[in-house]
């Protein structure tokens, strides 16, 4: 039966020796390489759970009186956004698992897209010829951060509210052209004329997910096209990729890992709770409450605006909001574009042009890996500046205070954490046989006396590195009788 | 596939799943209000065990006039908060208590000195919020006071109270608090406007400027709240009957003792009710952690 | 098949290997065993999933239908990893990368089909050329029109002057005319003109800083010019932040500093809501209030646009 299926293909599309050849793809086994495909289960996750929740929520600001399940809000007057978010958590079976599966599907993704990108970077594997693939990566990582804020600020409650407010100001403070992108987006002076939620709304299931979606398929295209990378080991070379095939191997560890990263989101979804909109209530532009912050991947951006003096620049009959655009545009201007430059600034600077398909270890190149520790440093101490309320809170300290540290240690984190990390690099360098699982050695005794030592059997997964890497076969024990035979027959070219 | 069935680990293991998930099934605390949470929905408290306050579905517990066609803004008439007058037969144990432990600071008419501010004409209500919270007697009057582990019980509070009051008239009065025609969809309203921006919207309470705080609200009585709403202890400004009428700190109470002190939190653990942050930390800790960790599994490390 | 098979050349054998071949054996060193825990998951997970669809009919319990389909997947996905990792055949295999570069002769002749075809054509027909550049890009501009100008209006008047204007009574937000008996000392409302209770430009921010009387002489702030902007004790500010806008409902009654919860900025309100800390720059625009038949009315609107800044502000 598989043969008639596979004949049938054939005759209509060519796709024997391809799929063949797919089937035989070879995906290197390290851990670290499955930091990709977490983003890409949990967005798997997030489409699943969006569609779901595409069906109840109603994109509009439209007022209604609540009238569902949640006692506060009986008789309200509340948006219809408002209102069938929270009849997603309370009216509609399996709602609420849904509604926070997807809000952890966000988190997720977007925190194992950093972990991601710090392993490819890394281990260097944004060099030649894989700088597209970076591009395009960092791309999905600034589209993901941006779906992600209008995704939470669909529901309409008073905290996401709070954040479209800061949006508005941000966009508005822009020199020249502000005030009118931000008018024209949001139909008005701040609030609007209620457009701004149906117009996240087309943007969040629609627009940006057909975008980061075309993307991952360029990201997977180019990774099958070039190979996958690996780190240097036995029968590993620039040349040639070691590891399990597609079929089955990989195939099985994969969809496997697909389950269980669905299955720690709906664990999550179940368990901890995340963003709930019922306590919060309908925004209202003269509302506020306090401890109020952004979702994880935008807190980076918040603290920079919290830590940031107030110099406001006056003159000539306008005004430039430094202490907005500064941080929030030029900041985050600077921050993506040197990300997308990274590949280009390294080249520059190592002077290497050569291809790379093995990987550095992170160790074997202490001054990439410092400053790669140093920023990921910064932007974290950014991160944490962004809860400064709820540090001081915590922590029984005065808000002043809190803030003026975050001012120095924003600067003086990273640059210490460069220097020790290269020391860390270099010390880890010069040790023996460190990080390699050591084999416990036999000692034995021979008759006259003399000691000798017998390494034991490595561990199953090291033994199989210890053999010299072999062709996936396509025949497993036997040779069809058929292709000793005559003319005629269908052969498969290599 | 007989081999499946041969494997030593693999009845027992199906034996001990499903007895346990029978046992979780049958006696789980969710389960009675599967009912109301689906059905007629009179009751916004969907019980999960992490709420841990054993609450039930509560209809009975603030009931609102079901199907109250009448706007939020209304409120039911009794308004809820009735004035006490001490009886004078505190005033004597209120003086023996004030002279042992506030007169100190407070001088012992309550006049103040340079350590602590004038007392008289505060009220029996603002003295009464002070002490039964645990805020005084005060250590060290450079920080602000927290409410901690009341060294007086409620009581000797009224009775200072009571004193206290005897010396001067004026000032707010301890309260009774009737709840039972509380409107919480109003409370829920007025909180948002009046007390969320300090207190966060979750009533968890946050850093103020220049070293103050605004405390958590989980722990305040339905009359510490009230005395507080009138008194504005502190930094907290003063709630006046001109600004928030009876009726509607009345409604204030009521949401805050049953929405947040024991908020449903339907989804699963609160995680501290401070938001983002903590989901941040949840998010990445346990969320990617985990997810980590099962790749640490799964791959080699070579 | 009725058409004639294509027959191919065949080139190098195809690889075959032995069943007990070192690179077919699985990772696990007792097989049987590994298939047991395997086995054992899988079951949890069909269990886990039958169990979804009974907690989804019989409780809507957020939780259960968590742990169950949570338990579910998760023994699906560790079975099925399970036999992936142990069970398969570990390798190593191995795939031999190909260069993409194409021959040089291959490069040069792709460069020069662009160059030498296209360069001939344009070269010779200089003028469609240049229109066609000329109109694609008259084409990219004007497309942006109707997707960016189309969006909303222009920014106008609403940007500078809010609906506070001479003799507003101030209300609040629930319509209710501000009386001067209705704020205590240390007391805080949320008010707004006549008419536009719940706009957000209008959004001011009432105090009460002390009990006067109209004998009194009022409350000195140490703004200049500004000794008769208060009213028997009140004062009112603008309630958008003039950092990033949010509402400024924070006050501290006994240092008489209003807090932005967005980020922290302080405002000295007796000084005129100047901020003192944080990043807000400019200090909250100060309503000028009078007292009138007893209740509140604005003298005057705002005298300076409201909230964050921007370029047209002057």
């Not at chain 2, 209500?125 to 006071?145: E, K, N, Y």
């Amino acid at each position: 039966m598989i043969d008639e299926s596979v004949r049938w293909l054939d005759d209509r599309l060519g796709v024997a020796k391809g799929g063949r050849t797919l089937l035989d793809k070879i995906f290197p086994d390290h851990w670290s390489f499955m930091l990709g495909e977490i983003a890409l289960y949990s967005f798997v996750v997030l489409i699943a759970t969006g569609v779901f929740l595409s069906l109840y929520y109603i994109p509009s600001a439209h007022e209604v009186v609540y009238h569902g399940s949640y006692l506060p809000l009986r008789g309200q007057r509340v948006s219809e956004a408002y209102s069938s978010s929270v009849g997603l958590s309370f009216d509609v079976k399996s709602g609420l698992l849904m509604r926070q599966t997807h809000h952890w599907a966000a988190d997720v993704f977007l925190g194992s897209i950093a972990v991601h990108m710090a392993r490819i970077f890394f281990t260097g594997a944004f060099r030649k010829p894989r700088e597209l693939n970076w591009i395009v990566g960092i791309t999905m990582l600034m589209l993901g951060i941006v779906n992600g804020f209008l995704g939470y600020s669909l529901p309409d409650d008073l905290v996401s509210g709070t954040g479209i407010r800061i949006a508005y100001s941000i966009i508005e403070s822009i020199p020249l052209v502000g005030s009118y992108l931000g008018f024209f987006l949001f139909g008005g002076n701040y609030p609007g004329n209620g457009i701004i939620i149906p117009r996240f709304y087309i943007l969040h299931v629609l627009i940006l997910p057909v975008i980061i979606g075309a993307l991952i398929a360029v990201h997977l295209g180019l990774l099958v096209k070039q190979k996958h990378t690996q780190f240097p080991g036995k029968g590993k070379t620039e040349h040639n990729v070691v590891g399990t095939p597609m079929f089955p191997t990989f195939a099985a560890k994969t969809t496997g890992f697909m389950f269980m990263t669905s299955a720690v989101l709906l664990l999550l979804g179940g368990f901890a709770q995340i963003n709930p909109i019922w306590q919060f209530g309908q925004y209202e532009p003269y509302q506020i409450s306090y401890a109020v912050q952004p979702d994880w991947y935008m807190g980076w951006l918040d603290g920079a605006l919290r830590i940031m003096p107030s110099w406001e620049w006056v003159g000539w009959g306008h005004t430039i909001p430094l202490e907005i655009f500064l941080p929030a545009i030029v900041f985050a201007g600077l921050t993506f574009n040197f990300f997308y430059a990274w590949p280009h600034i390294e080249k520059r600077y190592t002077k290497d042009l050569a291809t790379h398909n093995l990987l550095d270890r992170p160790r074997d190149r202490p001054k990439r890996t410092a400053f790669g520790a140093a920023m990921l440093m910064f932007y974290f101490m950014l991160f944490c500046a962004s809860s400064t309320d709820v540090m001081a809170n915590f922590f029984n300290v005065s808000l002043n205070t809190v803030l003026w540290t975050f001012r120095v240690i924003v600067f003086a984190i990273p640059i210490i954490t460069y220097f020790v990390t290269f020391r860390i690099c270099n010390e880890m360098r010069a040790a023996e046989g460190i990080g390699k699982r050591k084999r416990a050695m036999v000692v034995n005794r021979s008759a006259e006396g003399a000691y000798s030592t017998t390494p034991t059997e490595p561990r199953p997964g090291d033994g199989a590195h210890e053999l010299d890497p072999i062709p996936v076969p396509t025949y497993i024990n036997l040779t069809p009788e058929e292709l000793e035979t005559a003319p005629g027959v269908r052969r498969v070219m290599r | 596939m007989r081999s499946l069935f041969r494997g030593r680990y693999l009845v027992p293991a199906l034996l001990l799943v499903s007895v346990g998930l029978f046992g979780l099934l049958v006696f789980s605390p969710g389960s009675s209000s599967a009912a109301s949470d689906s059905g007629s929905g009179s009751s916004g408290f969907a019980n999960s065990g992490s709420s841990g306050s054993g609450l039930k579905t509560s209809s009975g517990q603030f009931p609102e006039t079901p199907g109250s066609s009448s706007s939020p803004s209304q409120s039911p008439s009794g308004n809820g908060i009735y004035n006490v007058s001490l009886p004078k037969s505190f005033i004597a144990p209120g003086q023996a208590l004030f002279a042992a432990n506030c007169a100190s600071c407070h001088g012992s008419d309550a006049s103040g000195t340079a350590r602590a501010p004038n007392l008289q004409s505060l009220g029996a209500g603002t003295v009464d919020f002070w002490v039964s919270t645990g805020r005084m007697p005060l250590a060290d009057s450079s920080i602000q006071a927290t409410g901690k582990r009341p060294r007086f019980n409620k009581l000797q509070s009224l009775e200072i109270s009571a004193y206290v009051q005897s010396l001067a008239p004026g000032g707010v009065k301890v309260p009774t608090v009737n709840l039972s025609n509380a409107n919480v969809g109003n409370g829920a309203r007025l909180f948002t406007l009046n007390c969320a921006a300090c207190h966060t919207i979750t009533g968890a309470g946050d850093a103020l400027a220049n070293g103050a705080y605004a405390p958590s609200l989980h722990y305040a009585s339905t009359r510490q709240i009230v005395e507080a709403v009138r008194s504005g202890p502190g930094n907290m400004p003063h709630f006046g009957p001109g600004n928030i009428s009876n009726a509607e700190v009345r409604d204030i109470t009521a949401y805050v003792h049953s929405y947040i002190q024991h908020p449903v939190n339907r989804g699963g653990f609160g995680l501290g009710g401070i938001g983002p942050v903590g989901e941040g930390f949840v998010g990445l800790l346990i969320g990617v952690g985990a997810l980590m960790l099962v790749c640490f599994w799964i791959g080699d490390r070579t | 098949m009725s058409d004639e098979p294509i027959t191919a050349e065949p080139t190098a054998p195809l690889p075959v290997a032995a069943l007990d071949d070192p690179h077919q054996l699985p990772y696990a060193r007792h097989p049987g065993r590994a298939q047991a825990v395997a086995a054992v998951s899988m079951t949890i997970g069909i269990l886990g999933c039958i169990g979804f669809g009974i907690a989804y009919w019989v409780s809507d319990q957020t939780q259960w239908e968590a742990i169950t389909l949570g338990v579910g997947l998760l023994g699906l996905g560790f079975g099925l990893t399970a036999w992936g990792k142990y069970l398969m055949a570990q390798g190593p295999f191995v795939e031999e990368r190909h260069p993409f570069n194409s021959s040089e002769e291959e490069v040069k002749a792709m460069t020069a089909a662009i160059t030498q075809r296209g360069g001939i054509v344009v070269g010779r027909r200089k003028l469609l050329g240049g229109l066609f550049a000329i109109g694609s890009l008259a084409f990219g501009v004007v497309a942006a029109f109707p997707l960016i100008r189309s969006l909303g209006p222009k920014p106008g008047r609403t940007l500078f002057v809010t609906n506070w204007k001479k003799n507003s009574p101030l209300v609040t937000v629930d319509g209710r005319p501000v009386h001067q008996n209705d704020l205590e000392v240390g007391g805080v409302l949320t008010v707004f003109p006549k008419g536009f209770a719940g706009s957000s430009p209008d959004q001011t921010i009432l105090l009460r800083l002390e009990e006067l009387t109209p004998e009194d002489p009022p409350l000195t702030l140490q703004s200049p010019g500004r000794s008769d902007w208060t009213a028997l004790g009140y004062v009112a500010y603008s309630k958008m932040c003039t950092h990033l806008g949010c509402p400024v409902g924070l006050y501290q009654e006994q240092t008489v500093e209003l807090v932005c919860p967005c980020h922290q900025s302080i405002f000295n309100v007796l000084a005129g809501a100047v901020p003192e800390f944080g990043p807000a720059p400019r200090p909250l625009p100060q309503l000028p209030i009078k007292v009138r038949d007893g209740f509140l009315f604005a003298q005057d609107g705002y005298n300076q646009p409201i909230g964050p800044g921007f370029w047209e502000r002057p």
